[in-house]
């Protein structure tokens, strides 16, 4: 009889470890062991945890006993080994343990641990025969109770190891994971009507049109007919459904709809639309390029046979879409993925919009807010190279840890946007620098779209590293906008402001009103008033857990911490001095929409802020009413500046640049430029030029003159010498380490202790330790040490001593308790 042989396995787990763990593999489960495929393992005293196997082996491990692999949950490998190659990448460039770059990469429904908790899935319509009898225990135990763990299901079962049995009734859409349920899984619904399949041809409804005019009492019941069919309900003998809301507001009566069905001549039904939009069969009738974009096209391909990354730095509203779309016909051609990185998908509604009208359902979206079926899908699709669908995807940035498996293009849009990196938690990467790795893995190009580049990505193609496109004209050869400042500190001597706005905005915005004209308004910051302040002795509210003002809001009438979202209601008097003179300071989205009421009696305003975004779909709903002109002011925080396209926005008000420009920030200027630049070129896109107006008390500053001059050059070579000056980004890279305790004594000492090894190994490169702008949040006090290294350095070398010194510290017994968190290239 042949000898078996005895294998262990590498395993990585989703958890805050950088190592992999050994485990031993059962005889009979020799056969299923390969690299990429998921396995439960037991981790700790009695929980059970999904892993992947990294390697299979049969070296002994020293020193220990091995514990046995419980389960094998896949037939074929998950992740492909390019995969792989890019969570190590990630896992030294950025310093974060290979078990969070697991967490973060995985789809959680990849993810099933012992604490997992699953409720039945909200389709799931009871067809127990497609269960096994082991899935219908389950089931039955989650219809007495509502939801239950991985462990109490064991207990139900008998069995130890129920992870296949959880994957199987997920895969089958009969269980959901609550994570996937935090995640708001509810489908979008709506109303909508259709014709009933007993009217459904040409000699049936001429019939019932027939017999509905010759009653005079049903003559709304026929214009709700008529409206149906003029809105293409029914052509060629082929019925569609259409949003009763919109036949509504065609002039249709929703109680004839209902009257209708019934009678059972339209059917009324609640279907399930797109998190996004309607999925729009392709229009293959690509818009023809103007001579600028031709230019910037072939420059690109040009470009592309040398290098492998490519800026295209075109103006706002120069046509930049255009130009992505042909790119990406041509990898379609070729049978290539292409990766299309958004900042934020909520915040790029109409883009996707446009490319779906392109590409249809060849388009898969991937993004942390769909619910896990929908992104296991498209995972699994990508996985088995399935041409039909999702060649191309667009997402946020999680999106690149997709298994691709024939990747041509990654279009980085919008590439300046802070919110390609990620803050918390780790593994703190951002979106745009891990896409030009991960197209090194592929052999494939990479785009990077801008009005206002980053200074590392100019500074980049400066030096040659990147192709340099530009497209310095906007389509249609409309004008950049008309740029003005309003001077606050002249107005407020002369009495012309009213309330926080400059009587030379308000005659602006009563101009664009009267020419029916709509106006975005910018202010970045949410609430109603940032600050509370006692006129007496200077007493301001603060956050009970964080070293920061509450802000007042005034809807649901509170004073809110916006870093933990610890509120309080609103005091009568000064808790200090009793008096009751306490007055608002600064305003926020809150008080403007508040007083354009005042100011412009029976305008339509609308907010576009994050406490207005909170629901699904609101965020596409507000632009919705906007685009259909229902509304005639957009007030809104930052989100306003990204990826809108409006017709009939002729005026921006930018309300407070002095804010922006004021931050502590090194980044300060470069992102006061962007974000002044990129609301700006909201106005006037289509038909004739738009005005800006920037409210400031220093119009003069250099930031400002630039922004009106339209000057990204101007501004990125001035910017460019004070970070030469002072050693900052492009010239050196950083790294930010952040101390975490709750006993502000014991965390200086543990700060001055680890900056202190840091200086025997790095020396002046490193700064600090110093209390960050806010020095508590959640009751846990901060102290940050930056450490700044040239440009031409070692990155491993660095990372490498950088390592070895948190090590040491750690290895001290005292330090234990602190949290280190670290930072590499923050931004």
Same mark, same amino acid.
């Given at each position: 009889?042949?000898?078996?042989?005895?294998?262990?396995?590498?395993?990585?787990?989703?958890?805050?470890?950088?190592?992999?763990?050994?485990?031993?593999?059962?005889?009979?489960?020799?056969?299923?062991?390969?690299?990429?495929?998921?396995?439960?393992?037991?981790?700790?005293?009695?929980?059970?945890?999904?892993?992947?196997?990294?390697?299979?082996?049969?070296?002994?491990?020293?020193?220990?006993?091995?514990?046995?692999?419980?389960?094998?949950?896949?037939?074929?490998?998950?992740?492909?080994?390019?995969?792989?190659?890019?969570?190590?990448?990630? &896992?030294?460039?950025?310093?974060?343990?290979?078990?969070?770059?697991?967490?973060?990469?995985?789809?959680?429904?990849?993810?099933?641990?012992?604490?997992?908790?699953?409720?039945?899935?909200?389709?799931?319509?009871?067809?127990?025969?497609?269960?096994?009898?082991?899935?219908?225990?389950?089931?039955?135990?989650?219809?007495?109770?509502?939801?239950?763990?991985?462990?109490?299901?064991?207990?139900?079962?008998?069995?130890?190891?129920?992870?296949?049995?959880?994957?199987?009734?997920?895969?089958?859409?009969?269980?959901?994971?609550?994570?996937?349920?935090?995640?708001?899984?509810?489908?979008?619904?709506?109303?909508?009507?259709?014709?009933?399949?007993?009217?459904?041809?040409?000699?049936?409804?001429?019939?019932?049109?027939?017999?509905? &005019?010759?009653?005079?009492?049903?003559?709304?019941?026929?214009?709700?007919?008529?409206?149906?069919?003029?809105?293409?309900?029914?052509?060629?003998?082929? &019925?569609?459904?259409?949003? /009763?809301?919109?036949?509504?507001?065609?002039?249709? &009566?929703?109680?004839?709809?209902?009257?209708?069905?019934?009678?059972?001549?339209?059917?009324?039904?609640?279907?399930?639309?797109?998190?996004?939009?309607?999925?729009?069969?392709?229009?293959?009738?690509?818009?023809?390029?103007?001579?600028?974009?031709?230019?910037?096209?072939?420059?690109?391909?040009?470009?592309?046979?040398?290098?492998?990354?490519?800026?295209?730095?075109?103006?706002?509203?120069?046509?930049?879409?255009?130009?992505?779309?042909?790119?990406?016909?041509?990898?379609?051609?070729?049978?290539?993925?292409?990766?299309?990185?958004?900042?934020?998908?909520?915040?790029?509604?109409?883009?996707?919009?446009?490319?779906?009208?392109?590409?249809?359902?060849?388009?898969?979206?991937?993004?942390?807010?769909?619910?896990?079926?929908?992104?296991?899908?498209?995972?699994?699709?990508?996985?088995?190279?399935?041409?039909?669908?999702?060649?191309?995807?667009?997402?946020?940035?999680?999106?690149?840890?997709?298994?691709?498996?024939?990747?041509?293009?990654?279009?980085?849009?919008?590439?300046?946007?802070?919110?390609?990196?990620?803050?918390?938690?780790?593994?703190?990467?951002?979106?745009?620098?891990?896409?030009?790795?991960?197209?090194?893995?592929?052999?494939?190009? !990479?785009?990077?779209?801008?009005?206002?580049?980053?200074?590392?990505?100019?500074?980049?193609?400066?030096?040659?590293?990147?192709?340099?496109?530009?497209?310095?004209?906007?389509?249609?050869?409309?004008?950049?906008?008309?740029?003005?400042?309003?001077?606050?500190?002249?107005?407020?001597?002369?009495?012309?402001?009213?309330?926080?706005?400059?009587?030379?905005? !308000?005659?602006?915005?009563?101009?664009?009103?009267?020419?029916?004209?709509?106006?975005?308004?910018?202010?970045?910051?949410?609430?109603?008033?940032?600050?509370?302040?006692?006129?007496?002795?200077?007493?301001?509210?603060?956050?009970?857990?964080?070293?920061?003002?509450?802000?007042?809001?005034?809807?649901?009438?509170?004073?809110?911490?916006?870093?933990?979202?610890?509120?309080?209601?609103? !005091?009568?008097?000064?808790?200090?001095?009793?008096?009751?003179?306490?007055?608002?300071?600064?305003?926020?989205?809150?008080?403007?929409?508040?007083?354009?009421?005042?100011?412009?009696?029976?305008?339509?305003?609308?907010?576009?802020?994050?406490?207005?975004?909170?629901?699904?779909?609101?965020?596409?709903?507000?632009?919705?009413?906007?685009?259909?002109?229902?509304?005639?002011?957009?007030?809104?925080?930052?989100?306003?500046?990204?990826?809108?396209?409006?017709?009939?926005?002729?005026?921006?008000?930018?309300?407070?640049?002095?804010?922006?420009?004021? $931050?502590?920030?090194?980044?300060?200027?470069?992102?006061?430029?962007?974000?002044?630049?990129? !609301?700006?070129?909201?106005?006037?896109?289509?038909?004739?030029?738009?005005?800006?107006?920037?409210?400031?008390?220093?119009?003069?500053?250099?930031?400002?003159?630039?922004?009106?001059?339209?000057?990204?050059?101007?501004?990125?070579?001035?910017?460019?010498?004070?970070?030469?000056?002072?050693?900052?980004?492009?010239?050196?890279?950083?790294?930010?380490?952040?101390?975490?305790?709750?006993?502000?004594?014991?965390?200086?000492?543990?700060?001055?202790?680890?900056?202190?090894?840091?200086?025997?190994?790095?020396?002046? /490169?490193?700064?600090?330790?110093?209390?960050?702008?806010?020095? $508590?949040?959640?009751?846990?006090?901060?102290?940050?040490?930056?450490?700044?290294?040239?440009?031409?350095?070692?990155?491993?070398?660095?990372?490498?001593?950088?390592?070895?010194?948190?090590?040491?510290?750690?290895?001290?017994?005292?330090?234990?308790?602190? /949290?280190?968190?670290?930072?590499?290239?923050?931004?």
């Amino acid at each position: 009889m042949e000898e078996r042989k005895t294998y262990f396995v590498d395993v990585i787990l989703p958890v805050p470890i950088n190592n992999a763990f050994t485990y031993r593999v059962p005889f009979e489960m020799n056969d299923f062991m390969k690299t990429g495929i998921r396995v439960v393992v037991p981790f700790g005293r009695s929980k059970l945890q999904t892993g992947i196997i990294v390697k299979v082996h049969e070296v002994v491990p020293e020193g220990y006993q091995s514990k046995y692999v419980e389960a094998v949950l896949d037939e074929f490998p998950i992740i492909t080994g390019k995969q792989f190659k890019l969570w190590n990448w990630i &896992s030294e460039y950025y310093m974060a343990p290979l078990g969070d770059v697991m967490n973060a990469a995985l789809p959680s429904n990849f993810k099933l641990g012992s604490e997992t908790k699953v409720l039945i899935h909200p389709e799931y319509e009871g067809n127990s025969e497609i269960l096994t009898d082991r899935e219908y225990q389950v089931v039955e135990a989650l219809e007495v109770q509502s939801e239950l763990d991985l462990k109490e299901i064991s207990d139900i079962l008998g069995i130890k190891t129920i992870q296949p049995v959880i994957k199987a009734l997920i895969e089958k859409r009969v269980i959901i994971t609550q994570e996937d349920l935090k995640q708001k899984y509810a489908p979008k619904t709506q109303l909508f009507v259709e014709l009933a399949k007993e009217y459904q041809s040409d000699e049936q409804l001429k019939a019932l049109i027939d017999v509905l &005019s010759e009653d005079k009492r049903k003559k709304k019941q026929l214009d709700a007919i008529l409206t149906y069919m003029q809105m293409g309900g029914f052509k060629q003998g082929i &019925s569609k459904p259409i949003l /009763r809301s919109e036949l509504v507001e065609k002039g249709a &009566s929703a109680s004839s709809f209902n009257t209708l069905d019934k009678d059972g001549i339209l059917k009324i039904k609640r279907m399930e639309i797109s998190r996004l939009m309607e999925r729009d069969e392709a229009d293959s009738a690509f818009k023809e390029l103007s001579p600028d974009q031709q230019r910037a096209l072939d420059e690109i391909r040009e470009s592309f046979v040398e290098k492998d990354v490519t800026l295209l730095h075109g103006v706002t509203g120069s046509g930049k879409t255009e130009v992505y779309v042909e790119l990406i016909q041509e990898q379609l051609d070729k049978g290539k993925q292409v990766l299309f990185l958004l900042p934020e998908i909520a915040l790029t509604t109409q883009l996707i919009q446009r490319l779906q009208k392109y590409f249809g359902d060849k388009i898969g979206v991937y993004h942390s807010r769909f619910n896990q079926n929908e992104r296991v899908e498209i995972w699994n699709s990508l996985l088995h190279n399935d041409t039909t669908k999702f060649q191309i995807v667009l997402g946020a940035r999680s999106a690149v840890f997709l298994p691709f498996r024939n990747l041509g293009l990654i279009i980085v849009d919008e590439e300046h946007e802070s919110s390609f990196k990620q803050y918390d938690p780790s593994p703190r990467y951002n979106g745009r620098d891990t896409a030009i790795v991960l197209r090194a893995f592929h052999g494939a190009k !990479v785009l990077l779209g801008s009005a206002t580049p980053a200074m590392e990505t100019y500074f980049n193609a400066e030096e040659g590293k990147y192709g340099l496109v530009k497209l310095d004209k906007r389509f249609g050869d409309i004008q950049m906008p008309e740029i003005f400042t309003a001077n606050i500190k002249k107005e407020k001597m002369q009495k012309t402001m009213q309330s926080d706005f400059s009587g030379f905005l !308000v005659e602006h915005m009563k101009k664009a009103l009267e020419n029916k004209e709509q106006i975005i308004l910018f202010q970045n910051r949410r609430g109603y008033n940032p600050v509370w302040a006692c006129e007496v002795c200077g007493w301001n509210p603060n956050c009970k857990n964080c070293d920061v003002s509450l802000t007042y809001h005034k809807n649901s009438n509170i004073l809110k911490c916006h870093y933990c979202s610890y509120f309080t209601p609103p !005091v009568g008097a000064c808790p200090k001095c009793q008096s009751n003179r306490l007055k608002m300071i600064g305003f926020g989205t809150e008080k403007i929409e508040d007083e354009l009421s005042i100011i412009l009696p029976g305008v339509r305003v609308q907010r576009l802020d994050l406490d207005t975004t909170r629901q699904k779909n609101s965020y596409e709903n507000i632009l919705n009413d906007f685009d259909a002109r229902k509304i005639d002011i957009l007030v809104g925080t930052q989100m306003v500046t990204k990826g809108l396209d409006f017709d009939n926005v002729s005026l921006v008000g930018i309300l407070d640049a002095d804010m922006m420009l004021n $931050r502590p920030d090194f980044r300060a200027f470069e992102r006061s430029y962007q974000l002044m630049s990129q !609301v700006a070129g909201r106005s006037g896109r289509k038909t004739k030029r738009g005005t800006v107006v920037i409210q400031t008390y220093d119009p003069d500053h250099w930031i400002i003159q630039h922004v009106i001059n339209h000057d990204y050059m101007g501004f990125y070579k001035n910017e460019l010498i004070e970070r030469k000056n002072y050693f900052y980004p492009p010239f050196y890279k950083m790294i930010n380490l952040t101390l975490k305790h709750r006993d502000p004594n014991k965390l200086e000492v543990m700060a001055m202790d680890l900056a202190d090894r840091m200086k025997q190994a790095f020396g002046s /490169r490193v700064l600090g330790p110093e209390f960050p702008v806010v020095k $508590r949040i959640q009751n846990s006090y901060l102290k940050v040490i930056r450490l700044k290294v040239e440009r031409d350095a070692s990155n491993k070398k660095v990372k490498l001593l950088l390592q070895q010194k948190i090590d040491d510290f750690y290895s001290v017994s005292y330090n234990k308790s602190v /949290r280190v968190i670290v930072d590499v290239d923050p931004s």
